[in-house]
């Protein structure tokens, strides 16, 4: 996420700081309402960032949320199916 975030930091002072933000705001999100985002299939789920293009796929194992991926959508999309 340091990759993208520089990346973001050199297109435009203070981005990469609030691709960040969207970054923790979006995990926050996720660790206070894990059920509430769209299931991709059987039991994973994704949540999109609000801000950019990223989004964190993940799934609920013995009450504990595994991140399987943080994801650029406009990338590779289907990547992650091989961490399942």
């Known amino acids: 996420m340091i990759i993208a975030a520089k990346y973001y ?4 002072e203070d981005l990469g700081f ?3 933000d969207d970054l923790d705001k979006t995990v926050e999100e996720i ?3 894990p059920q509430t985002w769209i299931t991709l ?3 994973i789920k994704r949540h ?5 293009p990223f989004a964190i796929i ?5 009450s ?3 991140v399987l991926a943080v994801m650029n959508l406009h990338r590779e ?3 992650w199916k091989k961490r399942i």
């Open 31 to 33: 660790i206070n309402s």
């Open 64 to 66: 504990k949320i595994r």
């Open 58 to 62: 993940y799934r609920i194992v013995s």
């Open 9 to 12: 930091e050199r297109q435009a």
């Open 77 to 79: 999309p289907n990547y």
């Open 48 to 52: 999109q960032f609000s801000h950019f």
């Open 18 to 20: 609030k691709f960040l």
């Open 41 to 43: 299939v059987d039991d």
